[in-house]
Structures are given as structure tokens and as C-alpha cells.
């Protein structure tokens, strides 16, 4: 339905992937030309514009945070889709709102306050289809980012609400929304980590439950998003030493050796990391040419590229760190990696202070809603890192930004009790370990793209010494154009 679509000064951004580009400065920000991972276009970056004085024109500038702020879909084969329909979508609202307002039941105080607040987030993300941006995604529809988004900002709203809130008035919003949680809490007598020498088949199956296959498929995601094994795997590292860092105050983060060197890191975090990595590859080398739906003649086509509408558009590799980056990129992938712990932690610090069990509804769903929502967020940090007319940070990363820190601040408010009983040393030592694994995981990324670079420099100098010796033939004899007119005349 969506073919490519060119933009003003950079390449077009979509769905699914991140671009390389090298900076005209020199390296700061990656890679020789854009090329954004697209489920709705991609096209060939054009040359940076400069006014007299040699700086970026402020127009391409202001383009640039539009094209991952707001991706626009240019080609369009069913414009009925892409064409807005604003009254006909505030009529059907409000008839809607009208119908279930007059026929329901009001007699329950609980399902009126329910039904009103339904009604609140059914008009916001309407608004949200209306206003709100939809990122640097378009596919299936830009409509379902701008939903998403607007999800974002409703839980954002939430979190600042919840936090001028006491523990007793949160707890009760959780029982009113889940009366089962007033029988759920957490046995803090429960010991982890114990038996560590009774190393048993049956043992070891006992923890292959469907626990480990989220975590497996989690990393798989996380693989798709970051696309990067050294970052990927820095992570990995750095996340088994922070769950022994909080141990003290988590005891489901005390684990034995076996579970946590070998289930966790090596197959669990291994094996998805790998996986997800071998998807990018197999996307990265498919050829893309997507016809309209139009054009296609037969129904099986027609919903085969129906379906292919939810797939990315284009896929290209990704580079994070440049043999040239300067110490800003570093840094920034430093605090990439230091933010995504931060994140990890605040799932298990919510989950335990307002006692849920791990497989809760509301826990699941905000796993789902971060995981999504994450997608675009780093595509915009990676697009605000990498490429030195983007200024300023997309606005989903903005809010995603605001949600982690949110987050973390209300389980830091609410688990006082919790937090007094953390060993300062250990938090000490938790970030100096982070920010050591930090450089040296990329320290030694950039090293090796450094030494890719030269061996491919290496390679491009010795099949430019074969070249200008082609011109000798096979048997030894310089090729009859090069002979001089005495020898060419022997030679016949």
C-alpha cells in the first residue's frame, strides 16, 4: 500500500529500522549515508546544504526532526486510508458516547467511575489520531503510533497523578481495579539461591518455565531494537551485577551461579541476542519491492500484501559507534545502556512494592505497552545521536524519558521502608561497575570497528594493486594495448 517516499535533506525513516550517517564534521555522527529502517519508505540521503558561512541551513534542520518526529507517508496506493476523516470520526464518537451513555445500568457507583474514565481515554486517543504525532513509524498505519503515543502520554498523566498520592490510596486503586490483589503478598521469608552445589537435571528443567521463554523472546526483542552484540551484550553483563547489587532488597534477584551464568546470561540472554540478531540479518539482506494492492490481480495476492502491510518496508544495518566517534557518542551509548537498567529495575521494584505477581495483568501489560513503545523511542535517540542536523530528541523518546524517571521516582517514594535498608556502598559500586562495563563494552566495540575498517582499507589497496595488474594477460604477455607499436607488429 506504501511505497517509498523521498525527504528534504535526509533519508526517510519508517518502521522497524535505524539509518547510518557519517557527519560531515568528521565522524561525530556515523556512517557515509542515511538509511533509516522503513516500514513505510526509504530513500537515498541528499547532500548536506550549507549557506555562505559553511553551516547547515536552518530549514534542513527543522526537516530532519520532522522526518522522526512525524514520518510522512508520501506514496500512497488506497487513499481512502491516508485521507482524514475528521467529522465522519466525531460523529460516530459521539453517537457511540451517546448510545451507551443513555442505555446502560448507572445503579453501580463502581461501574459508572469505570465507564467515565473509559470514556476519558476513548476520546484522548482520539485526539491522539487527530494531533499527536506518529513518530518515526508508519507502518501498518501511522494511526496506530499516534494511538500508541498517546497511550504514552496517558500513563505519564497517571504516573504523576499516583505521585502526589500515599501508599494506602494507590494500593486502593489497585484493589478497585483487581479485588484479587488484596490476597496477593509478597513472602519476603522465602529463600532464593539456596542448593546451589545440587546441580540436577530435574532442577535445572524446574527452571525452564515459561518465565525463561519471556526472557529468551525479551532478548530477542531487545536484539531487533538495538541491533548492536556489543551494546547487547554490555547489557546482559550489566544487568546479572545489578541483580546481585540489589539482592539485599530484591531476594528474587538471589540466584545461584548456574542460573545466572548459564540459564540467564549464556542461553536465555545468549540465545536471544542471537536470534534476534540473525533477524536483522535476513531482513537486512531480503530484497524489498512492494507493488499496490491495486496492481495485484488475484485475492491471495491481494491478501498476502495485505498482510506484508504489518512488516517493515526496508532494512538496513545500523551503526552506533564509528571508528571516529567523538567522546559525546560515547557517552551517549554509555547512558543508552545505563538507562536500560534503570528500566529493567523499575519493573521489578513495581511489582514488589505494590505487591503483584509477576504474571498480573497489569504487569504483562505494561511490559507490552514499554516494549512497543520503546521502538520508536530509541529510533529517535539513535537518529538524535547519529546525525548532526537532528537538534533536538524526538518526542516520544522525550516522554519515554519522563516515564522512566517517573517511574523511578515512585518507587523511591513509596518504598521508604524498602530503600532504608540499601547499603550505600553497594550502590557505590553498582554504578562505578556500570560506568567501567559501559566504556569498556564500547571501548571495545570502537577497537574493533577500528580494525574492520583497516583490514577492509587493507583489502581495497590489494585489489587496487591486482587492477592495475590486469592489465598483463593470463600467460605473462602485456595486453596489445599496452605494447608498443614495433613489439605489436612482431606479435602478428
Keep these: 500500500m506504501v511505497k517509498r517516499s523521498s525527504a528534504h535533506g535526509t533519508a526517510a525513516a ?9 557527519s560531515s564534521s568528521g565522524g561525530d555522527k556515523a556512517a557515509a549515508s542515511t538509511k533509516y529502517i522503513s516500514g513505510a519508505a526509504s530513500a537515498p540521503a541528499t547532500p548536506t546544504k550549507r549557506n555562505d558561512n559553511g553551516k ?3 530549514e534542513e534542520i527543522a526537516q530532519t526532526f520532522v522526518i522522526v518526529n512525524e514520518r510522512p507517508v508520501d506514496d500512497i496506493s488506497l487513499d481512502f486510508f491516508y485521507k482524514p476523516h475528521t467529522i465522519t470520526l466525531l460523529a460516530v464518537s459521539v453517537l457511540a458516547v451517546m448510545y451507551f451513555a443513555f442505555v446502560r445500568n448507572e445503579a453501580n457507583l463502581d461501574d459508572n467511575i469505570w465507564s467515565g474514565l473509559m470514556c476519558i481515554v476513548f476520546f484522548f486517543l482520539i485526539v491522539s489520531v487527530i494531533a499527536f504525532p506518529n513518530g518515526p513509524f508508519t507502518r501498518p498505519h501511522p494511526a496506530v503510533w499516534r494511538i500508541l503515543f498517546g497511550c504514552s502520554v496517558l500513563y505519564l498523566l497517571m504516573l504523576q497523578f499516583l505521585m502526589f498520592q500515599n501508599y494506602p490510596t494507590i494500593r486502593s486503586i489497585f484493589y478497585w481495579i483487581d479485588p484479587k490483589l488484596k490476597n496477593f503478598h509478597i513472602d519476603m521469608e522465602k529463600e532464593y539461591g539456596v542448593n546451589c552445589s545440587d546441580v540436577s537435571w530435574e532442577r535445572v528443567k524446574g527452571h525452564l518455565d515459561v ?3 519471556g526472557h529468551f523472546l525479551g532478548w530477542a526483542f531487545k536484539a531487533i531494537l538495538i541491533r548492536h552484540m556489543g551494546i547487547l551484550w554490555a547489557i546482559s553483563v550489566m544487568w546479572e551485577i545489578t541483580e546481585i547489587t540489589f539482592a539485599h532488597l530484591l531476594p528474587n534477584f538471589i540466584e545461584c551461579w548456574w542460573d545466572a551464568l548459564i540459564l540467564d546470561v549464556i542461553i536465555c540472554n545468549g540465545l536471544g541476542i542471537w536470534v534476534g540478531l540473525k533477524i536483522c540479518q535476513i531482513l537486512e539482506m531480503r530484497e524489498y519491492k512492494w507493488a499496490s494492492i491495486k496492481d495485484i490481480s488475484t485475492t491471495t495476492g491481494k491478501i498476502k500484501r495485505a498482510m506484508l502491510q504489518f512488516t517493515p518496508e526496508s532494512w ?3 551503526r552506533w559507534l564509528d571508528p ?3 567522546a559525546m557518542r560515547f557517552a551517549a551509548v554509555m547512558q543508552l545502556v545505563i538507562f536500560w537498567q534503570v528500566t529493567e529495575l523499575n519493573t521489578f521494584f513495581l511489582k514488589h512494592i505494590f505487591e503483584m505477581p509477576p504474571d498480573h495483568f497489569i504487569v ?3 511490559l507490552i505497552f514499554i516494549g512497543l513503545f520503546v521502538a520508536p523511542s530509541v529510533r529517535q535517540y539513535y537518529v538524535y545521536v547519529t546525525d548532526t542536523r537532528c ?10 524519558g519522563a516515564i522512566m524517571v517517573s517511574e523511578a521516582i515512585l518507587c523511591i517514594k513509596n518504598g521508604k521502608e524498602l530503600f532504608e535498608r540499601t547499603q550505600a556502598i553497594n550502590i557505590v559500586i553498582w554504578l562505578t561497575v556500570q560506568v567501567l562495563i559501559s566504556v569498556s563494552f564500547v571501548y571495545v566495540a570502537v577497537v574493533w570497528q577500528q580494525r574492520q575498517l583497516k583490514k577492509s582499507e587493507a583489502q581495497a589497496q590489494s585489489t587496487s594493486v591486482l587492477s592495475k595488474r590486469a592489465g598483463d594477460s593470463p600467460q605473462g604477455t602485456p595486453a596489445k594495448g599496452n605494447l608498443s607499436p614495433v613489439k605489436e607488429k612482431k606479435i602478428k
Design 14 to 22: 519508517g518502521d522497524g529500522q535505524q539509518g547510518e550517517e557519517r
Design 56 to 58: 547547515v541551513r536552518k
Design 211 to 213: 518465565f525463561a521463554w
Design 316 to 318: 538496513s544495518a545500523i
Design 324 to 326: 571516529k566517534s567523538t
Design 364 to 366: 504483562i501489560g505494561r
Design 391 to 400: 537538534k533536538r530528541v524526538g518526542t516520544q523518546c522525550w516522554v519515554y
